[in-house]
């Protein structure tokens, strides 16, 4: 069974960071693509970025480049997002998934969520 667990969300100032992670059980992680989606009240889900399952190609949202770093540690089944220089507009629960195939930005394809972890940026 496959498991998606995120963790490092919660409250914080505009202009601070927070580093969110996904932990990953029940799947060969070294062979998934991984990318984070966001949602926040009342939109849509938005894609935000995707790691290859190497770790050797990543894609971002227009909205997060130059501020957010996807990265993964397979030794550890765990991917991570390094969020720097929030904005009120990042707040948005963060979801994490897993997919078979690493595609660029809203062509990646989820065959796996996870629970989500809320992300809220004050001003």
């Known amino acids: 069974q496959v498991q998606l667990v995120e963790s490092g969300g919660g409250l914080v100032q505009a202009g601070g960071s927070l580093r969110l992670s996904c932990a990953a059980s029940g799947l060969t992680f070294s062979s998934s693509a991984m990318g984070w989606f966001r949602q926040a009240p009342e939109k849509e889900r938005e894609f935000v970025a995707a790691i290859s399952g190497g770790g050797s190609f990543t894609n971002y949202g227009d909205s997060v480049k130059g501020r957010f770093t996807i990265s993964r540690d397979n030794t550890k089944n765990t991917m991570y997002l390094q969020m720097n220089s929030l904005k009120p507009e990042d707040t948005a629960v963060y979801y994490c998934?897993?997919?078979?195939?690493?595609?660029?930005?809203?062509?990646?394809?989820?065959?796996?969520w996870g629970q989500g972890t809320q992300v809220t940026v004050s001003s």
């Open positions: 998934g897993a997919s078979r195939r690493y595609q660029k930005g809203n062509l990646f394809r989820s065959d796996y």
